[in-house]
Nanobody, 123 residues
Framework: QVQLVESGGGLVQAGGSLRLSCAVSGRTSSNYAMGWFRQAPGKEREFVAVISQGGSNTDYADSVKGRFTVSRDNAKNTVYLQMNSLEPEDTAVYFC????????????????WGQGTQVTVSS
């Protein structure tokens, strides 16, 4: 298991940007594919983005494609989610998650989770 701590959330106006970070500790982060998920009040947790162990492959939900970018720095054991052109519909608690080796989109496939960081986009 790895330990994950998200940071970088906050309040931003529609059209603005935020960068979330996820600090990974406890194991070699490069062994893990890393995902970002979000959960809005009253809704299920949904997939946002995932990045492969080495960072060469990524996958995005259609709702964020072209606006969000996931990246990682394994030397710093940190994963990032750059969010641009934010919309009120992006308001949610954002979670990072880790799973060994391969990329997936299902939350149930991830074994380690952070505590989440709140992102609020005002109109």
């Amino acid at each position: 298991q790895v330990q994950l701590v998200e940071s970088g959330g906050g309040l931003v106006q529609a059209g603005g940007s935020l960068r979330l970070s996820c600090a990974v500790s406890g194991r070699t982060s490069s062994n893990y594919a890393m995902g970002w998920f979000r959960q809005a009040p009253g809704k299920e947790r949904e997939f946002v983005a995932v990045i492969s162990q080495g960072g060469s492959n990524t996958d995005y939900a259609d709702s964020v494609k072209g606006r969000f970018t996931v990246s990682r720095d394994n030397a710093k054991n940190t994963v990032y989610l750059q969010m641009n052109s934010l919309e009120p519909e992006d308001t949610a608690v954002y979670f990072c998650a880790a799973r060994l080796y391969t990329m997936r989109r299902r939350a149930a496939d991830f074994s380690s989770w952070g505590q989440g960081t709140q992102v609020t986009v005002s109109s």
